[in-house]
């Protein structure tokens, strides 16, 4: 929509560090990955703030900024909490949705244009969707497989979408050691320490 956006991000703790490599390496997302102490600097009275995934004002990426600009949009699918990012201008809030990047698939749909969406756009939407149903098996409904095929439609190819959320050796490892030392409790639960 010919406005420049900005992802504030902490490059060093997150856990997308393949997307964000992904991202970076695109030409027209040079350097919109920024800090929050950047995006801080950066934002004045016309700001936008959107907040994605998440409606606590304590889970936000850097809550200064939240607290400095006005202007803020939640899209969001979990339940509502007790203290709800407030006020917001736009508050699209899906708790039946299965995830946030289903939500963020809706609006594409009737936001922009099919040509004007990235092919690592659409893969970053449909690992997100990937990653919240557990690869379509859990809160998936005809919403999610709507907007995983709108996708599709779009370049996202389900095999890249796959290695990207792979764990690497040293984790895969890490995690088989946990689930061997893990007690099971009652029949029902295991628990690890």
């Known amino acids: 929509k010919n406005k420049k956006a900005y992802i504030v991000l902490d490059t060093e703790h997150n856990a997308s560090e393949r997307l964000v490599e992904e991202i970076q390496a695109d030409p027209e997302y040079r350097d919109t990955i920024i800090s929050g102490q950047d995006a801080l600097l950066m934002c004045d009275s016309g700001s936008v703030l959107i907040v994605v995934d998440t409606n ?35 508050n699209f809030h899906e708790p039946y949705a299965s995830s946030a990047s289903e939500l ?27 990653l919240d149903t557990k690869s379509f ?27 990207l959320l792979q764990s690497d050796f040293a984790n895969t490892v890490a995690r088989y050691k946990i689930i061997q030392s893990a007690v099971p409790y009652r029949d029902e639960i295991a628990i690890v320490a």
């Open 56 to 90: 606590r004002p304590d889970q936000v990426e850097f809550k200064p900024l939240l607290e400095a600009i006005p202007k803020v949009c939640v899209i969001d699918h979990h339940r509502r909490a007790a203290d709800y990012i407030n006020p917001v201008v736009v």
């Open 104 to 130: 963020v698939t809706e609006l594409l749909q009737y936001a922009v244009e099919k040509a004007d969406v990235l092919p690592i756009e659409s893969k970053g939407l449909l690992a997100g969707i990937f």
């Open 137 to 163: 098996n859990v809160r998936s409904g005809e919403r999610t497989f709507e907007a995983a095929a709108f996708l599709r439609r779009l370049g996202a190819d389900t095999i890249e979408v796959k290695r």
